[in-house]
């Protein structure tokens, strides 16, 4: 029956008070019977709007209607059918963006909540399902070689193993999982999640060779000639963090993201008896609107700081990060200064910092990206007393790959030229997909191009018996 | 794993390490480091490529023991293993086209401007190597820089062995000499690097310093290891770790290093303590 409710079920979290000093999950995700309930919200429209938005297609009116009658398993193959990581994507996409954007519900209320539904669907098959995933089935002789075990190659990975390919994923870490293991927080996406999804991908053939740095340990060249793969699929990543270059940014306590991230999840600086450093700081500025700085503020305050800052120099509409993250920040006692921009970092005697010199903002006309711009309002300067800074403005793509590769053609900032349909690059049997072409994006949208980049390299392959 | 193939203690503080690693050495060239992880909880610290050997197929590294990674890697023994290493990373140095090279090394930074020297020596350029440490015990790599120098002088701040006095003066007096250098490599403390840059430039010569900053990934991911060269962000593993010394902002970077000194004394001294309790 029907579920006319406007709102979407509650999603349990743990107590905001509590949560904001611990790095265990903070969404609990819905019981069975309010994932049923939420599933009768869907009004299963004949156009499939949600289907369009979502950048693997999920078959989403599909999967609701048989978390609706229980079928919780069946949900979850359908589900696979095109999307190889739905417990991840399920927490980490930005579905008011994308699938619930679209959602006939949203018109007059709250869109269907799809993503709480993939969650559920996909930790209730890991709870329950005893049936192994299909064991090492290769059957085919041709081998491709996969850059970067981040989101968009191990998508690319599975659906190439699935078809058959010898697939052999380089990681440069001593871990697998890219950002979902060194960038996005345990709170947000426990880590025992993505080794579930990696073991999967191993029982399906998938070989995963850590610490090797494509480009320094083993060059393109040699895994075409040397190793003899097939094809390549490049998914590098992110790479060197943008910072704002105001004076005071290389003064201790200034931390890039990526950096402060990476001491906290890969290197799980909030664990005692682990040996990685990190700056316990009292007041924390964090620069940037996005996911990555929501992550970040929401991990100083779990490091213990008093007070937490998102300086963002746009308004709170224009905020890029997902809104639930948004919504959690607030809670867990983030402050917000929305309209501010900093434009120096003062220090102290011994170069730690000591405050953040910031200017208001008002918004102008509007610019390239659909937004209207900041601008300086003059003599509204202000100093904000914090002792670490956090800059979350974004990186551009990892250089190692195209330092070690000329030929690769490549984007005046860096981002690798591919074809849009395909993702092959400018070289005959390597494609790429990712963070590595678009600059900073989001897991889904990789994961999207490692998709498409898998069915380009089966076209390539199909076609092709000997090897380079 | 990484298995270790050879140990020695080169003096009280700093050991050599052999290790079996065929990938990295097959790849590795001077002036380019690894990421080594000890264990499961350990940090990623970077170390220079002291040697390489394709054909036994290891690098070996030198390390002083500074802090608890160090302290904990000293532990280990031949037929230990290392859980992860990454490498080889970072630029290799640029040694062709100089006639004249002056190699200066203080304390461990040795361990990198031994493989430097070697280089330059094999393709023929005329080497003059000084290096320092602070007394007679803590002397490494005399001899094998010996075999790779055109001239060689030792130098101990205390006097302890040959000449008394910094590396600085012994530059500068080979320089008052009228020793002639197209470039002078200086691979060291912060401070010395800086104090031989301050020379060279009084005597316009292009000088070369390799950066040792802290580090995680090693692969340009994280930005921790960025300096200000000639007023730029730059960042060592990526763009180094080799740099116009002339350019570089020493005094930040002197700063920079100093980020976490007091968590890294309390983490080594908690480490000595459970050392302490196990004997």
């Known amino acids: ?468 | 794993m990484f298995k270790i193939l050879y140990k020695k203690i080169l003096n009280p503080t700093v050991t050599l390490m052999k290790i079996e690693a065929p990938l990295i050495a097959k790849k590795a060239r001077a002036g380019q480091f690894i990421i080594l992880r000890v264990d499961q909880n350990g940090e990623r610290i970077p170390l220079t490529i002291a040697d390489y050997d394709s054909k036994e197929n290891t690098i070996t590294i030198i390390f002083q023991i500074v802090g608890a990674t160090t302290l904990k890697l000293n532990q280990l023994n031949q037929n230990d293993f290392i859980l992860d290493i990454v490498g080889p990373l970072g630029n290799l140095t640029e040694t062709e086209g100089y006639q004249n090279v002056a190699i200066i090394g203080g304390g461990v930074g040795c361990a990198i401007a031994y493989p430097i020297a070697k280089q330059f020596y094999l393709q023929g350029s005329h080497v003059e190597t000084i290096i320092g440490f602070r007394n007679k015990d803590l002397i490494i790599l005399e001899d094998e820089f010996s075999k790779v120098s055109h001239q060689l002088d030792v130098l101990t701040d205390d006097g302890s062995y040959h000449k008394k006095g910094f590396v600085t003066l012994q530059l500068e007096e080979l320089l008052k000499q009228n020793h002639h250098y197209d470039l002078v490599m200086a691979i060291g403390p912060l401070m010395m690097m800086k104090a031989v840059c301050d020379v060279t430039k009084k005597y316009n010569i292009k000088t070369i310093v390799s950066m040792n900053s802290i580090m995680i990934d090693g692969t340009g991911m994280c930005g921790c290891c960025r300096l200000s060269v000639a007023g730029k962000t730059r960042f060592a593993c990526v763009d180094g770790p080799d740099f116009d010394g002339h350019l570089i902002d020493f005094d930040e970077a002197i700063e920079r290093s100093k980020m976490y000194i007091s968590t890294e004394k309390k983490a080594y001294d908690h480490i000595c303590n459970l050392l302490k309790e196990e004997k």
């Not at chain 1, 850059?147 to 191990?154: D, R, W």
């Not at chain 1, 089966?458 to 380079?468: A, D, G, P, R, V």
């Open chain 1, 1 to 468: 029956m029907l579920n006319k409710s406007t709102k979407k079920n509650i999603m349990p979290t743990q107590d905001p008070a509590i949560r904001n000093k611990n790095f265990s999950e903070v969404t609990l995700g819905y019981s069975a019977n309010q994932a049923i309930s939420e599933a009768n919200r869907c009004l299963h429209c004949k156009h499939k709007p949600c289907v369009s938005g979502c950048p693997v297609n999920v078959k989403i009116p599909e999967f609701i209607d048989k978390v609706k009658n229980g079928l919780f398993e069946e949900a979850y193959q359908l589900i696979t059918q095109t999307n190889a990581l739905p417990a991840i994507c399920g927490r980490v996409c930005p579905q008011e963006n994308q699938c619930e954007k679209n959602c006939v519900r949203a018109l007059n209320g709250e869109a269907v909540g799809i993503g709480r539904l993939e969650r559920f669907v996909a930790d209730y098959h890991f709870q329950n399902n005893k049936v192994e995933p299909a064991e090492n089935k290769i059957v085919k002789k041709q081998k491709v070689a996969i850059i970067g075990s981040g989101p968009a190659g191990l998508t690319c990975a599975g659906i190439l193993a699935k078809l058959g390919y010898q697939v052999t994923i380089f990681e440069a870490l001593h871990l697998a999982g890219g950002v979902l293991v060194y960038g996005i927080p345990e709170f947000r996406l426990p880590k025992i999640i993505v080794e579930k999804e990696i073991e999967n991908l191993k029982k399906s053939g998938v070989r995963i060779e850590t610490n090797v740095v494509i480009g320094k340990t083993i060059t393109i060249d040699e895994l075409k000639n040397t190793y003899h793969f097939d094809a390549i699929f490049i998914g590098s990543g992110a790479g060197l963090p943008r910072f704002m270059n105001i004076p005071g940014e290389n003064a201790n306590g200034v931390y890039s993201a990526n950096e402060y991230l990476t001491r906290i999840n890969l290197m799980k600086a909030y664990q005692k008896e682990t040996d990685t450093p990190i700056f316990h700081a009292h007041r924390v500025a964090v620069v940037g609107g996005g996911n990555v700085a929501m992550d970040a503020a929401r991990c100083a305050k779990r490091m213990g700081a008093t007070d937490v800052f998102i300086v963002y120099r746009r308004s709170e509409e224009e905020l890029p990060a997902r809104k639930e993250e948004v919504e959690h920040a607030k809670e867990e006692g983030i402050q917000f200064l929305f309209l501010t921009n900093p434009i120096q970092i003062l220090t102290n005697e011994e170069n730690f910092v000591h405050q953040l010199r910031c200017v208001k903002m008002k918004l102008g006309e509007i610019d390239a990206s659909n937004r209207r711009t900041p601008v300086k309002i003059e003599n509204s300067e202000f100093d904000l007393d914090v002792d670490c800074v956090i800059m979350a403005i974004g990186t551009s793509p990892n250089p190692l790959i195209r330092h070690s590769l000329p030929e690769l053609k490549v984007q005046s900032w860096g981002g690798i030229v591919v074809d849009e349909v395909t993702h092959a690059t400018s070289i005959e049997g390597i494609y790429a997909g990712g963070d590595a072409v678009t600059g900073a994006a989001t897991v889904i949208l990789a994961m999207g191009a490692g998709k498409k980049a898998a069915e380009a390299i089966h076209n390539y392959l199909k076609n092709k018996e000997t090897s380079f």
